[in-house]
């Protein structure tokens, strides 16, 4: 389990990925599995996350030096519409916007929409990437 520096750091170099494989329904267990299995059989870092985005919440992966690639391959498989790739947003029609990640802004865990939540080995982070337009 990462600590919220490494987290941070991380964040900071853009090389990550947010994925996940919900949909708000009865395979959301499922899939999430499923996904976790092909991050972990990638030997790729994978931390559990927490998304919120407009009074939902599912759950996700930060996912540490995964390709583009991959992370849009997996997007979609799992038919999201639209997954984070370092300071990128990417939409499943192919577009995206981009965010500034020197622009992070950490958050108090207990928010209840447009974060992402992580539970680090030293506590809590939350964050909130600011996209263009998104």
């Given at each position: 389990?990462?600590?919220?520096?490494?987290?941070?750091?991380?964040?900071?170099?853009?090389?990550?990925?947010?994925?996940?494989?919900?949909?708000?329904?009865?395979?959301?267990?499922?899939d999430t599995a499923l996904l976790a299995g092909i991050l972990?059989?990638?030997?790729?870092?994978?931390?559990?996350?927490?998304?919120?985005?407009?009074?939902?919440?599912?759950?996700s992966f930060f996912v540490v030096g995964i390709s583009e690639e991959r992370t849009l391959t997996l997007g979609r498989l799992f038919a999201q519409q639209a997954v984070i790739y370092g300071n990128r947003l990417i939409f499943d029609h192919g577009g995206y916007v981009t965010g500034d990640l020197s622009a992070i802004e950490y958050v108090d865990?207990?928010?209840?929409?447009?974060?992402t939540v992580?539970?680090?080995?030293?506590?809590?982070?939350?964050?909130?990437i600011p996209f263009a337009d998104a």
């Amino acid at each position: 389990m990462a600590t919220r520096t490494e987290v941070r750091q991380t964040l900071a170099a853009g090389t990550f990925a947010l994925i996940s494989a919900s949909h708000g329904d009865e395979n959301d267990v499922r899939d999430t599995a499923l996904l976790a299995g092909i991050l972990t059989g990638w030997n790729h870092t994978i931390i559990k996350a927490i998304g919120k985005w407009e009074g939902t919440e599912e759950e996700s992966f930060f996912v540490v030096g995964i390709s583009e690639e991959r992370t849009l391959t997996l997007g979609r498989l799992f038919a999201q519409q639209a997954v984070i790739y370092g300071n990128r947003l990417i939409f499943d029609h192919g577009g995206y916007v981009t965010g500034d990640l020197s622009a992070i802004e950490y958050v108090d865990p207990a928010v209840t929409d447009n974060c992402t939540v992580i539970d680090c080995s030293d506590g809590t982070l939350a964050f909130r990437i600011p996209f263009a337009d998104a």
